[in-house]
């Protein structure tokens, strides 16, 4: 190989090495991945697009519609048992869950590639989220998600929707609370 190819080459290797995602198989410790967009992003009020549709049986087979959370400040998070910062992020997630639903916010995950719902139940118990999660073992959900959201091999991200369900924000990799928290405050000082 010649010339710009080779370092392209090393750079795109590189890049799927990081984060964790993969594809829509059964996961045991595997943290490899894609490397996604922009780590974090915001999207200001005017420039939001239409109110997120989005659906789906949660982890006991119950339906769940996130338009049913319209009103309240939404963040949507997606994980799979398999992935080590999942694992990482999961109890800042519900810690920031807890000390914030009483201002009006709902937490949702969507659990996604885990084949067996018996792994994604059993990440849900160990880390004690409260929170419903939907299931999505073959991704599906994820691609319902508009075009340049979210990136699907990007595992775990994080979305806030807004209080008319519009993504406000996005996060293409791990938070920690205190990110978390910086990134939710704005959208929950927003107007209803």
């Not at 290797?13 to 198989?25: E, F, Y």
């Not at 922009?38 to 005017?46: D, L, Q, R, W």
């Not at 849900?124 to 508009?146: E, H, I, K, M, T």
């Amino acid at each position: 190989m010649k010339g710009p190819l080779l370092p392209a080459l090393a750079l795109l290797l590189a890049a799927s090495l990081s984060g964790c995602a993969g594809a829509a198989t059964a996961h045991t410790g595997d943290s490899s991945s894609v490397a996604g967009m922009s780590a974090t992003s915001t999207v200001a009020p005017k420039d939001r697009g239409a109110p997120l549709a989005l659906s789906g049986r949660d982890l006991d087979g119950a339906h769940l519609d996130l338009a049913g959370f319209r009103g309240k400040v939404v963040v949507l998070n997606v994980w799979g048992s398999w992935c080590g910062p999942c694992r990482a992020e999961a109890g800042d997630l519900e810690a920031v869950f807890t000390a914030e639903r009483a201002k009006g916010v709902q937490f949702v995950g969507i659990n996604t590639r885990d084949l067996d719902v018996s792994a994604a139940k059993a990440f849900v118990r160990s880390a004690s989220l409260s929170y419903p999660n939907l299931y999505d073992p073959q991704g599906s959900l994820l691609l319902r998600f508009p075009a340049g959201s979210i990136n699907p091999q990007a595992i775990p991200s994080t979305l806030i929707l807004d209080r008319q369900g519009r993504i406000a924000v996005r996060a293409l990799q791990p938070v920690t609370r205190a990110q978390l928290e910086s990134l939710l405050g704005p959208v929950l000082q927003e107007a209803s």
